[in-house]
């Protein structure tokens, strides 16, 4: 049995959300409140294994606040529940806070779209309750692999990521110089519709570009191109940008299983691929297939995943040249630049 609470300011959407989630035996709900001070005082009493959260309360705490004293106090999984109306970068300064999910308001019932998006909070509420959160932690140091053999020929970095990435990824972005020059894919596992804010709050204050990526594109070095909204991300040959309506793999799409053999296939041994943390397996096989056509290939270690299901499968498989912790990947990925450009 998971337990929840559900904090939301509107009446209306907490009901909503009990009644969607109340049709799973599986789940109980144990209090619902209407902002950031009641959301405290619930978990103190109630210890649910899942908060279900709305970005913006009534009140002196936020549920940016909320989350940081979460955290804090009494670490569990936060899910944002939050209408599209309300996408902002504050979303992801949440994520950024320890949130290990962005998910939007299901529709009333009687819209077509309700029971997809119900049962997508009800799974998202049973899976993410079984995250084991890690707190955070500087460190300068890694199960790191020799660098000290890795050439300098690679052309294209391909990253992929779901569960706690978007954090991984903006570290990884602020870390690096205007002056790095591989061109970078993205695909990240997030909620329809968030996107855009995710790019935009990656652009805040990175020194290399962000972008939605945009079929036929040609990359260019120093950008990263963000897979878009249910469409598969990949890469030409002659480094041209693939947008793919083919079926999902592992159940997502974009997939980074599809990234990845892209790469694989159009770059070989010039592509390094970077497997972060999230659940499930996707991308750990085609990590494998990277590194076997001769590329580079990088996973997370599981002290700084939120999640170590990807990375966790690709280590298993073999697939993982280099195992490194989240503070260290920008490092590495620095280190193969400079090696570039003294060549």
């Known amino acids: 049995m998971v337990t929840a609470i559900v904090i939301d300011d509107s009446y209306t959407v907490r009901l909503l959300i009990q009644s969607i989630l109340q049709v799973d035996p599986a789940i109980e709900i144990l209090a619902s409140g209407a902002d950031g001070e009641q959301a405290l005082r619930l978990i103190e009493i109630h210890k649910p294994d899942v908060v279900v959260l709305d970005l913006f309360l009534p009140g002196l705490l936020s549920g940016l606040d909320v989350t ?6 009494s670490p569990r999984p936060v899910i944002v529940v939050t209408s599209a109306s309300k996408k902002t970068a504050e979303l992801f300064d949440l994520i950024g806070a320890g949130a290990v ?29 079984q995250v084991k959160l890690v707190r955070r932690r500087s460190s300068t140091s890694g199960n790191l692999s020799k660098p000290a053999l890795l050439s300098s020929t690679q052309s294209i ?6 569960t706690g990435g978007p954090l991984v990824v903006k570290s990884l972005i602020d870390s ?30 990175g020194t290399i570009e962000v972008k939605l990526a945009s079929a036929s594109e040609a990359v260019r070095p120093g950008c990263m191109y963000v897979a878009p909204d249910n469409r598969h991300l990949g890469i030409s040959p002659d ?12 159940g997502v799409k974009p997939s ?15 592509a390094i691929g970077v497997l972060l943390t ?21 996973a997370q270690d599981s002290e700084t995943s939120v999640v170590h299901g990807m990375p966790g499968v690709a280590i298993a498989l073999g697939a993982a040249e280099i195992i490194v ?19």
Not at 187 to 204: L, P, S
Not at 239 to 250: F, K, N, T, V
């Open 68 to 73: 940081r004293k979460i955290m804090e106090e």
């Open 101 to 129: 999910a962005v998910i939007q308001t299901p529709h009333g019932i009687g819209h077509p779209d309700h029971p997809e998006e119900a049962a997508r909070l009800r799974r998202a509420i049973k899976t993410y309750s």
């Open 157 to 162: 970095v391909a990253i992929g990521a779901s």
């Open 176 to 205: 690096l110089s205007s002056n790095f020059l591989y061109p970078i894919l993205l695909t990240q596992h997030i909620a329809a519709g968030f996107t855009d804010e995710m790019i935009k709050w990656f652009n805040h204050s």
């Open 239 to 250: 480094g041209r940008i693939i947008l793919s309506d083919d079926p999902a793999e592992h």
């Open 256 to 270: 980074v299983s599809y990234m990845f053999r892209s790469v694989a296939q159009s770059y070989s041994k010039r």
């Open 278 to 298: 999230g659940m499930g397996a996707d991308g750990a096989r085609e990590l494998k297939l990277i590194k076997d056509c001769g590329g580079r290939t990088l």
């Open 325 to 343: 912790s989240a503070s260290r990947l920008g490092p590495v990925l620095t280190e193969l630049n400079s090696r570039y450009q003294r060549n």
